[in-house]
């Protein structure tokens, strides 16, 4: 018998991933129960109380800091599943020059320090204002705008992954027969290929979507008078008396994340069945 087969591994095995489990699940859980405790975030529980929730609904620096990140976090993504699209057409259908140093430079983003990025974007931003301080007399400044730049870099090598691998199941001859049949370039991507690339853009979607939601470090240097809510919230965590309210409107984002995720996940299989059927009787996938 082998080591890795024994009733031992297999033990070993179960007992790791109960405690992953464990540690992955029991501060959610914690998260949730502290939300509606009376008193602080501590053992023990002083009683049941949503004023936490309430204090949320009522304190506009957080509503706005939310609503800055979920418009940052929409618009990054769109943009990134957009290019991430373009970029895998080139880097799967398409031959030209440079097409090694291309994919290098798409890619890069997964190993450079988040740190390092951000203040490489404030250098670079702060140059561009002030080169049009000099020429125009206006500049830009910080801000959405300048937090959207960046996480769009660093989410497009993820979107990039995650829709190549289904570009290049995909067979030319779809594309082809489509041609023949007298579509257009378009009329061919939006009625074949973009029905089969659905359930990798929305995986995309989604995962673009969290790491801008939660990113810190560049949102951090390019927010400006705008913070997102990962700055608010680590500004906020100086204050004690705030800790309650923060864990309050962690366990709604938990709970609307659930949700959206899942909601995001039913479509995509939807999408899949489909027009994975619909191609797989025709005889065409």
Do not use: C
Request: net charge positive; glycine share 6%; proline share 5%.
């Amino acid at each position: 018998m082998e080591i890795a087969t024994s009733v031992g591994a297999l033990r070993s095995l179960r007992m790791v991933f109960g405690l992953l489990v464990l540690f992955l699940y029991v501060p959610i859980v914690l998260l949730a129960i502290f939300s509606f405790n009376a008193g602080d975030v501590s053992f023990p529980l002083e009683g049941f109380t949503t004023e936490w929730y309430s204090r949320v609904f009522a304190n506009p620096a957080l509503l706005s800091a939310l609503k800055r990140s979920a418009v940052v976090a929409l618009v990054s993504s769109l943009l990134a599943v957009a290019l991430g699209v373009l970029a895998s057409f080139a880097l799967i259908r398409r031959r030209f020059a440079g097409k090694a140093v291309a994919s290098a430079l798409f890619f890069s983003p997964l190993v450079v320090p988040y740190v390092v990025f951000g203040i490489s974007l404030l250098v670079l931003f702060t140059f561009v204002d002030r080169l049009l301080a000099e020429t125009t007399g206006f500049y830009i400044g910080l801000g959405l705008h300048s937090i959207v730049i960046g996480h769009v870099v660093v989410s497009l090598p993820y979107t990039i992954l995650t829709i190549m691998p289904l570009l290049e199941r995909l067979s030319v001859s779809l594309e082809e027969a489509s041609h023949d049949l007298g579509a257009s370039t378009w009329e061919t991507f939006r009625r074949v290929t973009l029905p089969l690339l659905f359930p990798a853009l929305i995986s995309s979607f989604l995962i673009a979507f969290t790491l801008s939601f939660d990113e810190f470090a560049i949102a951090s240097f390019l927010a400006g008078a705008q913070p997102t809510w990962p700055v608010f919230l680590f500004a906020q965590l100086r204050v004690p008396s705030q800790l309650p309210v923060l864990v309050a409107v962690s366990s709604m984002i938990l709970v609307a994340s659930l949700i959206f995720v899942l909601g995001a996940e039913i479509v995509r299989r939807s999408m899949e069945r489909r027009y994975g059927r619909e191609f797989a009787a025709r005889g065409m996938v």
